[in-house]
């Protein structure tokens, strides 16, 4: 791991960009993000089960990542993961996390594409092709 923006050798998460920062992991992060904005009532929320209609995870520039389809920001997320949007709070979804939807091999995908030596050429999207050495994934 390099620095917050994701150049190093792996994929970073939410928790690496928030260790980055100077926080234990990404909860915590937005937790100390969610009571700057007055927003301290939300924080129980991020433990919440996720409900609602799901993002898709993709990965750009090293950095695996989801996007509020309500009002576009983009956040960096961890496997297994909910997504509870930092800008709009998910105020669409009563303010409750949103589920992930990850694709079933989303660690190989890492893997290939941590392979790739320029981290901003590591990027997929849902539909991608990434093929390995054998050219299979």
Known sequence: MKN???YGDKIFTADDLAQDRGYENKSAMWAHYLRKQG?????D????KPSG???DAFINQSRIMARCDICGNVMAINLNDSFLCMQCFNYQNK???RPINYPKNILEIMKLLEK????????WTPGDKIENK???L
């Open 4 to 6: 917050r923006y994701g």
């Open 134 to 136: 054998d050219g299979k």
């Open 45 to 48: 929320n991020m433990s919440r």
């Open 116 to 123: 790739r030596v320029a981290p901003q050429d590591r990027n």
């Open 39 to 43: 927003k301290e009532d939300l924080i």
């Open 95 to 97: 303010f409750l996390p």
């Open 53 to 55: 209609e799901s993002v």
